[in-house]
């Protein structure tokens, strides 16, 4: 069962913008609860985290990102976004999201970003 789907990825010139969506087939109660974050991986190299949104709506950013991208959720839609703004070439991966609680991780399938220069 599938229970988060990410969308919004695709091809995109450096500092251009994408925004990922990512909504989960969750109760609306359980959606609340859980922190939310998006995660990414290139090629070659270890999945790392981008930025994360707790149940109360703070955030963390990598430093590789602050300035640059945006994390939020809207819990009446059960969905997480992330705003990447003046985007660059290394910005180019896999996204993934994740949804953490109670000490379990779950997984989306992942969206390519791609930034050519």
């Known amino acids: 069962q599938v229970q988060l789907v990410e969308s919004g990825g695709g091809l995109v010139q450096a500092g251009g913008s994408l925004r990922l969506s990512c909504t989960c087939a969750?109760?609306?109660?359980?959606?609340?609860?859980?922190?939310m974050g998006w995660y990414r991986q290139a090629p070659g190299q270890q999945r790392e985290l981008v930025a994360a949104?707790?149940?109360?709506?703070?955030?963390n950013y990598a430093d590789f990102v602050k300035g640059r991208f945006t994390i939020s959720r809207d819990n009446a839609k059960n969905t997480v976004y992330l705003q990447m703004n003046s985007l660059k070439p290394e910005d180019t991966a896999v996204y993934y999201c994740?949804?953490?609680?109670?000490?379990?991780?779950?997984w989306g399938q992942g969206t390519q970003v791609t930034v050519s220069s």
């Open positions: 994740n949804r953490a609680l109670y000490e379990r991780d779950y």
């Open positions: 969750v109760s609306g109660r359980i959606f609340r609860l859980s922190a």
């Open positions: 949104i707790t149940s109360g709506g703070s955030t």
